[in-house]
């Protein structure tokens, strides 16, 4: 089967536009989830991580000069601007790739345009831009991409079926190159959600801690470049070895009680890669701090063989970003193997989950070979996939 | 390997067809709530989680009941077993009425009842309880019915050994309007048709899937 390429990255969140810039933040330790006070957004006090609006539209307006598009800027929404800004820094040097007959566009989210919903907007934007289709038609229609689009919502896995859909359509040969790209924006819709099941912690999140009390949620996009060709020599090519989803069967809106299923995606994926638990340098686990997550994700881990393998959740820096986390982690995770470098778990102090599990609590340097990601979401849906350098 | 749909079920505009015969048809219901009901009914299944469903988890789950009554998928592991389904509107009806409970500031009372539904998979994990299926699970979302698509997702399922047979189709619900089609896939030297319908074999293909959606 052909080797699948992450041939260029970014991430956009609440601590920077481009992949450096994000890792930039977690060198220096630098949380960006935040308490928002503001009654326009939502009626409450509440822990958001949020991209820098004024930031978003500054560069919003200089890549609309990139592509000579003669369209206002506030003719997109948020989320078409996020998944814009994140496309165009992913293929900027590529830009060919775009119009190539032979490029698959997979977009992941679960929400989409949601906040379109929002009296505030219904005169602004049509009806249309709900549907997640429209959304996709968009970001096909500004690069000039020449495949529809693949669009995936399958809940907090969405980003890693992302991935998983685009490796195995390049595995095939349906295609030579794929831009797969996730992205959330926070919206009133989906915190009053998440609080109407008390499910936000009233500070920045702690995965795996013993104080944990729920999730953070923000917003972001992260995008991948994959491709069968090889990279250039000046980054350690990173490929994609393995990649499974499962379901729990068990329950829509809490995780298996054993973690047996997401166990069996992670077995697959090492099974896929030809690698054993010993083999594995690290894991970038979904840890959205819920009580219920951590403690079935660390079962999982432990049934896998992994619990001495050094884990950490990315949410402690900037939230759950939902249909983004897939993406956005995975870049920060295959970012961390390339530079041989583990990245503290923001929130974590006291272990606090049934299972042993080797949670990350100082940054430094390491020598990384493969790295596990793993998500899991509502309707009882878990997934993993496994990065490797060659 | 030649794959089979071995079982199929088709639901819309009051009707039901099942590997090809008409299962149930009443013109003069209007509401879709009362079809799906009067389906429910009409075969007699037992499984009061189906009344705390929204319309699309309602109707999906018709569906897979309805295929999996025909060929049971029994004689495999829970893994071996996935599912894909795709749709348009993604939950866009179940949003707007969590988007009732929050519109209103005097008046906001969201409830996890209703936004656990505001995610067009959890239709996948409503089956996936009913029928312990714990293999592969995906919902692709297209503007309209995509045999190609689906088709080639669930191929790549079935070439990765990820799956021995899985259900997939598209399940779309917005206000009134709902239609949904779910197949069963098997490898075809593993499977026999049901007897039952006497379903002649069909290829898993999506001039197949195509043909089985705009007949019926």
Redesign the interface.
């Known amino acids: 089967m052909k080797p699948v390429y992450i041939l260029n990255d970014n991430i956009i969140t609440s601590l920077g536009f481009t992949t450096a810039e994000n890792a930039s933040s977690l060198d220096s330790g630098i949380i960006g989830i935040r308490t928002i006070n503001d009654q326009e957004f939502y009626?409450g006090q509440i822990q958001l991580s949020l991209v820098d609006t004024v930031q978003l539209d500054l560069k919003f307006s200089a890549v609309l000069k990139v592509y000579q598009k003669n369209i206002p800027a506030d003719s997109f929404t948020r989320l078409e601007k996020l998944f814009i800004l994140s496309i165009h820094d992913v293929i900027k040097d590529h830009i060919v790739i775009a119009k190539n007959a032979r490029t698959l566009l997979v977009i992941s989210t679960?929400?989409?345009n949601?906040n379109l919903?929002?009296?505030r907007f219904k005169a602004i934007f049509s009806h249309k831009r709900?549907?997640?289709?429209?959304l996709?038609?968009i970001i096909r229609q500004f690069f000039g991409f020449v495949n529809?689009p693949?669009?995936?919502?399958?809940?907090c896995i969405s980003g890693v079926?992302a991935v998983m859909?685009a490796t195995?359509?390049l595995q095939?040969g349906?295609f030579d190159h794929a831009v797969v790209t996730g992205g959330d924006i926070a919206s009133?819709?989906v915190i009053?959600?998440?609080?109407?099941?008390q499910a936000l912690s009233t500070k920045p999140c702690k995965p795996f801690d013993l104080n944990r009390t729920g999730l953070s949620l923000g917003e972001g996009c992260g995008t991948m470049l994959l491709s069968t060709i090889s990279g250039t020599a000046e980054v350690s090519p990173v490929r994609i070895a393995g990649a499974?989803?499962?379901?729990?069967?068990?329950?829509?809106?809490g995780p298996s009680r054993t973690g047996e299923?997401l166990s069996?995606a992670i077995k697959?994926v090492m099974k896929q890669a030809m690698v054993e638990p010993g083999q594995i340098s690290y894991i970038s686990a979904h840890g959205t701090a819920t009580s219920f997550n951590d403690e079935m994700e660390s079962k999982a881990v432990e049934l896998s063989g992994l619990a001495h393998v050094p884990l950490n959740s990315f949410k402690g820096y900037w939230g759950h970003t939902l249909g983004a986390a897939g993406l956005v982690e995975s870049v920060a995770a295959v970012f961390s193997l390339r530079n041989n470098t583990l990245y503290r778990s923001a929130g974590f102090e006291i272990p606090g989950v049934s299972a042993p599990v080797n949670v990350i609590t100082t940054n430094h340097p390491a020598s990384l070979t493969s790295c596990i990601k793993t998500a899991s979401?509502?309707?009882?849906?878990n997934a993993a996939i496994i990065y490797q350098k060659d | 390997m030649n794959r089979i749909i071995t079982a199929y079920s088709v639901l819309h505009d009051n009707k039901v067809i099942v590997n090809g015969r008409l299962l149930f048809y009443q013109e003069n219901i209007t509401k879709f709530a009362d079809f799906v009901k009067a389906v429910f009914k009409q075969e007699q299944f037992s499984y009061p989680k189906f009344y705390k469903m929204d319309s699309i988890s309602k109707l999906g789950f018709l569906a897979a009941e309805l295929v999996l009554k025909e060929k049971t998928i029994a004689g495999y592991s829970p893994l071996e077993v996935g599912m894909v389904m795709s749709n348009s509107s993604s939950s866009l009806d179940t949003d707007i009425t969590h988007n009732e409970t929050i519109n209103n500031r005097s008046a906001f009372f969201p409830s996890p009842s209703v936004f656990v539904y505001t995610l067009p998979n959890i239709i996948i994990g409503e089956v996936c309880i009913r029928h312990r299926i714990k293999g592969e699970n995906a919902f692709l979302i297209s503007e309209t019915f995509d045999g190609n698509l689906l088709c080639d997702y669930v191929d790549e399922l079935f070439n990765n050994e990820r799956v021995a047979a899985c259900l997939c189709g598209w399940v779309e619900v917005l206000g009134d309007r709902n239609t949904a089609m779910v197949v069963l896939v098997e490898n075809s030297e593993q499977s026999q048709v049901s007897e039952r319908s006497g379903l002649k074999p069909m290829l898993f293909n999506a001039e197949n899937l195509n043909f089985i959606m705009k007949r019926n």
């Open positions: 009626p679960t929400k989409g949601i919903l929002e009296n709900l549907y997640l289709w429209e996709g038609r529809t693949v669009i995936i919502s399958n809940a079926v859909t195995r359509f095939s349906a009133e819709f009053s959600g998440f609080q109407s099941f499974a989803t499962t379901n729990d069967a068990n329950h829509i809106s299923e069996h697959t979401g509502f309707g009882g849906c």
